[in-house]
């Protein structure tokens, strides 16, 4: 029970991070907690706003995923390898939405 608290503190956590990230790039438009975005590298975006959308809906969906994922391994933990599965499936969808970020993201830099 402890450690199913845990879990769900922590990925709740990461979730309202997520989420007060998107908020900062998206609505604030604070583009410098872009990983790799400053002063010198600024001058190769061609469109900041898409890049700033970009990144706000990458953090938006991360922080969706998070948020689920507690309900998640509450209702599989009882399945065999249930546990299992929905974590290499939660694993799964965050390499493919920073796969496909990473992929869109050629489209705003030069």
Not at 28 to 48: F, H, M, P, R, W
Not at 80 to 85: E, Q, V
Request: with cysteine.
């Amino acid at each position: 029970m402890l450690a199913k608290i845990i879990e769900i503190f922590i990925m709740e956590g990461v979730a309202l991070l997520l989420f007060a990230f998107a908020y900062l790039i998206g609505v604030k438009g604070k583009l410098e907690l872009i990983a790799g975005y400053n002063e010198k590298t600024s001058q190769k975006v061609k469109d900041k706003n898409g890049l700033k959308r970009l990144i706000t809906r990458l953090c938006v969906l991360l922080g969706v995923g998070s948020a689920i994922m507690p309900i998640l391994t509450y209702y599989t933990v009882s399945f065999p390898d249930g546990l299992a599965y929905s974590i290499g499936g939660y694993g799964g969808f965050i390499l493919g939405s920073v796969g496909m970020m990473a992929l869109q993201s050629r489209d705003y830099t030069s």
